[in-house]
């Protein structure tokens, strides 16, 4: 079961196009993996399209005829989603140190891409910068752990596949974990999973030798 989801503050901004690329991407994949937040952005997705039919404006400022042609609009038969809904074609799977996946909708083009190896991790910048975010790819092998970090900014990470403890929680594919300044972790993966990453700032690692790639960690999200 998913644990975590996208605040409703964060699900109408994307309703209404208000997002970064890399978050508006990070949300519709959260959605193929949640019926529930996807229900969501569609009664915005409604409120917003009647909020545009229904102009807040005096009626005698309206063109003639408006409201007849409003009602006509109103009364076509609506088209079921599966009259509407064309064959989906087979998505190329993911292929990495021997795993394969099924990536979302969303990132489906992204599926052969020049990974970064280090230890344990795998990791892939995709070209989605926006407004200062950026978005990765990133891969762990089965007992790989990130050395503890805080954040300068923000930290998304949307659960694609596997599972990952992050202190007393275990989190599953679907799972969308915001983390922030106020945050320091060190998240393991005890099988291995595939995550998407958005970060708008560098990670600042806390503890060990890995406090030396702070002076680095700008290329590293």
């Not at 909708?105 to 200062?132: K, T, Y």
């Not at 007992?143 to 998304?156: D, F, S």
Request: glycine letters at 6%; hydrophobic letters at 40%.
């Amino acid at each position: 079961m998913i644990k975590t989801h996208p605040t409703e503050p964060m699900l109408r901004a994307f309703a209404a196009d208000e997002l970064p690329l890399p978050l508006a991407v990070g949300v519709s994949a959260h959605c193929e993996f949640c019926p529930e937040c996807a229900a969501r952005v569609k009664e915005f997705e409604e409120a917003l399209a009647c909020q545009h039919l229904a102009p807040d404006v005096p009626d005698e400022a309206l063109p003639a005829g408006f409201d007849a042609m409003l009602a006509g609009i109103l009364q076509q038969p609506v088209a079921t989603e599966a009259a509407l809904a064309l064959p989906e074609s087979p998505r190329p799977e993911l292929r990495v140190a021997g795993h394969s996946y099924r990536l979302p909708r969303a990132l489906a083009r992204h599926h052969a891409p020049r990974w970064r190896h280090l230890g344990a991790i795998r990791q892939v910048s995709l070209p989605l910068d926006e407004m200062g975010a950026r978005a990765n790819l990133l891969h762990i092998e089965a007992g790989g752990r990130i050395p503890e970090h805080t954040h300068k900014g923000y930290e998304l990470t949307l659960l694609l596949a596997g599972t990952i403890e992050d202190g007393d929680t275990r989190y599953q594919a679907g799972d969308f974990i915001w983390r922030d300044a106020s945050h320091a972790h060190s998240p393991r993966t005890p099988d291995g999973c595939l995550c998407y990453t958005v970060q708008d700032a560098p990670v600042q690692f806390t503890k060990g030798l890995s406090r030396l790639l702070n002076g680095i960690s700008q290329h590293l999200y």
